[in-house]
């Protein structure tokens, strides 16, 4: 099974932080820096871009560069304070320089697509003003018995699509990172801000069964 298939994405936006050590495998080192990609809507997300130390021979990343990157969305476990907090990145496979002439517009990109399994119970709801939501933990499968889990947010049609679905379904989604900011509050009373990302949902499908029943709706 070519498990690239499963998770690609290309992100086109500005670097806006230094890139900072992260870990080191084989002797390999990877760096994380933070990409601003601009939506339609004009909103910004701020995303996290993990990069090895070989892409970074011919590509210049520093603050207030425009590129382009392809990769996948991963994630991986972290332990802090004894417990198990998912930390979700983009992991660069390409990077390229974006150069825009003058007449030309900025160009806005960022898409996602995955295939993987619904591995927890989808959690529909409605807004005080009746917008439908559903948040769906997306399990995709990588090389080496390992598996990504991917939050998604579906909307409208979408999200009354994917409510009843079971644990272990198949789908196939296409849709954009986003980030979007929380307050946690602990239980000494503090409350401290933090960062979620996921994967905004625009379109959403069942592969492996032979039907038509495919829903999509834009998102901006």
């Not at 379109?203 to 029943?213: A, G, I």
Request: charged fraction near 30%.
């Amino acid at each position: 099974m070519n498990y690239s298939e499963n998770n690609n994405l290309v992100l086109a936006g500005k670097v806006v932080s230094e890139k900072n050590y992260s870990h080191e495998i084989y002797g390999e080192k990877f760096y994380v820096f933070s990409l601003e990609v601009i939506r339609l809507s004009q909103a910004t997300d701020i995303i996290p871009i993990t990069i090895s130390e070989r892409l970074l021979t011919d590509v210049d990343i520093s603050i207030g560069k425009e590129i382009k990157v392809e990769g996948q969305f991963r994630s991986y476990n972290s332990y802090e304070n004894e417990r198990n907090r998912l930390i979700l990145t983009v992991f660069a496979k390409e990077i390229s320089e974006v150069v825009h002439s003058d007449e030309e517009k900025e160009e806005i990109t960022n898409t996602v697509e995955l295939v993987g399994y619904i591995c927890k119970k989808p959690i529909y709801r409605q807004t005080p003003f009746g917008r439908e939501i559903a948040d769906i933990l997306l399990a995709v499968n990588r090389a080496y018995n390992k598996s990504d889990y991917i939050p998604c947010i579906a909307w409208g049609r979408n999200a009354r699509f994917c409510q009843n679905m079971e644990v272990g379904v198949e789908v196939k989604i296409t849709g954009r990172v986003q980030s979007r900011s929380y307050e946690k509050k602990h239980e000494d009373g503090t409350v401290e801000t933090r960062v979620a990302y996921e994967v905004s949902i625009a379109s959403m499908e069942v592969p492996e069964k032979e039907t038509d029943e495919t829903s999509e709706e834009e998102v901006v």
